[in-house]
């Protein structure tokens, strides 16, 4: 999801730099090691699930609700 490819274009990790500060802004206790680590949306809603005690569900609109114009 945020990982870097070696083989992606400097445009491409510009934009997934700015995910990363972007989801840092919208779930602050996230770092930047979690997001380094995080492959799938499914990751991404375990993580905020289990730092925010947020219910799943709500998570995953939550989630989809910020992914919706973004590119990964």
């Known amino acids: 999801m945020f990982g870097f490819q070696t083989s ?3 445009e491409t990790v510009q934009r997934k730099k700015s995910y990363v500060l972007d989801a840092r802004r ?4 996230l770092t930047n090691f979690d997001c380094s680590s995080v492959h799938t949306e499914g990751q991404l809603c375990s993580l905020v699930v289990a730092r925010s005690g947020m219910p799943r569900d709500a998570a995953i609109k939550d989630i989809r609700a910020w992914m919706l114009d973004k590119e990964f």
Do not use: V, Y
Not at 26 to 29: G, Q, S
């Open 8 to 10: 992606e274009n400097a």
């Open 26 to 29: 919208k779930w602050p206790f």
